[in-house]
């Protein structure tokens, strides 16, 4: 997935290739919800406000960070109604974009900063907003790059972010029969090897892609496909058994999951730039330079903790993925708006994989004691609750008064299209029918964790109803328990 999608050799997303269409739209493989309507972005907005002002209206060392930000959309009609609130736009102190592909950065550029200069800084480059000549505009390719300081107040968004990062595919096969005599079976023959015993339980088995044979090949079809490998792999041995929930499928025959420990990885820095760092976590270690081909190759930086006095900030997690079980048989392919091979014209077909947000939810909690996480509730519900119905209403009749007041030089035919554009836009964010943006997608937020004193209320983030998550006061994750041992392999 990450060959394909990010390639530098012409992955979907980077290819710098002047031919290469614009993805996003009616006219190329996909469209978000931002691109759909103003209204998302501007509540993505609202939300982020209420936080701030729920955490005590901070003064300084506030930051936006967006995962993957597409053309701008998103940002660009949150930063429009973030400005609306002056001590929020003064304490705003740059709005991180981590984003790897150059044509989409340039995009981005063109949005956010209009004709203000952009060069090069010490992580990749920045401009200024067109909103305020006082906010920088900083590119990065690695969230890595972007300092975790213990006095910063970060509010992440990743939006149809975590679908396209690279998963892992188990299933869970049953013992053999009987023990092997180490017989390996070759075009000249067999070769005799030692006995082995075989194991009495069920074991993971990794699927990989492998080109598919010839005979098998037909005219028009892709040239490679998931296959299941034939002994234990590295990651078979050892991802599945990383937590509970895909422990308890192990006896299943036929289970299947789909891991993604990028995605987790992701979730863990979410967690800890909020909450801080577990504090028995010692500093994990650098390790000696590696020689390859009698070239030094210098490791990776030691990673500190985050000590955080106050955990403080958020993060929204926006995707599509099952509420509450592990996702399985998922990889699929996206061109020009219809479901394709995820193995077909690779480079040029978008790839994507359901979202596991329990898988996210424990990450985020085991990352750091600092951190509480509500949901995921679907988007029809967040975004009826965030009031999208009635900014709907209020744009509508904006557009009818200045119509009436002859201010815009419209006709009435215009007019109707605007009004058919934002009543369609909205009921199609919050569509609950089978295939319906409103079900399909789910929210997620990762929040600071305040333990509440005996009989206090605790506060539930904007946007999330009572009844959607779990009220004892123990950082959600007992919501999450519950869930987990739910999970099933099946959707």
Known sequence: ?????????????????????????????????????????????????????????KSEGVYLMEMGPGRGTLMDDMLRTTRNFPALAKALEAVYLVEASPR?????????????????????????????????????????????????????IAHEFFDALPIHVFQSVPPSPQDSDGTIQTPTGPILGTRRKMPKENQWRELVVGPKPPHRLDDGEAE??????????????????????YQALKATDGATIEISPESQAYARDFAVRLGGSN????????????????????????????????????????????????????????????????FLSAGSTDISADVDFLGLAESAINASPGVEVHGPVDQARFLTAMGIEERAAQLVKRAVDRERAGSTGQDKKE???????????????????????????????????????????????????KKDFDTDGTRTHNLCQTSYRKATPYH
């Open 1 to 57: 997935m990450r060959q394909c999608l990010t390639s530098d050799l012409g992955g979907y997303y980077t290819s710098n290739a002047p031919s290469e269409k614009d993805q996003f739209g009616a006219k190329g493989d996909f469209v978000t919800s931002p691109e759909i309507s103003q209204i998302f972005g501007e509540l993505i907005g609202v939300w982020v406000v209420a936080e701030w002002i729920a955490q005590g209206r």
């Open 104 to 156: 989409l950065r340039e995009t981005q550029h063109k949005l956010l900063c209009g004709d203000n200069e952009t060069k090069e800084n010490s992580i990749g480059f920045e401009s200024t907003s067109k909103h305020s000549p006082d906010l920088k505009i900083v590119w990065t390719e690695d969230i890595r790059f972007v300092p975790r300081e213990g006095n910063k107040t970060p509010f992440i």
């Open 224 to 245: 490679f496909e998931l296959s299941m490998s034939r002994a234990g792999t590295p990651h078979s041995m050892y991802l599945p058994e990383t937590s509970g929930r």
């Open 279 to 342: 504090r028995d976590t010692p500093p994990s270690p650098t390790s000696p330079d590696a020689t390859v081909g009698g070239k030094a190759v210098p490791s990776a930086p030691k990673e500190d903790p985050v000590v955080k006095d106050e955990p403080s900030g958020a993060a929204l997690l926006m995707d599509y993925g099952p509420a509450n079980t592990i996702p399985a048989n998922s990889l699929r392919g996206i061109k020009q708006h219809q479901m394709v091979s995820p």
């Open 415 to 465: 007019l109707t299209e605007i009004v058919k554009r934002i009543e369609t836009g909205w009921k199609r964010l919050v569509d609950r029918s089978p295939q319906g943006m409103g079900k399909l997608y789910q929210v997620m937020a990762i929040l600071p964790y305040k333990p509440t004193a005996h009989g206090e209320q605790r506060r539930r983030p904007v946007g999330k109803k």
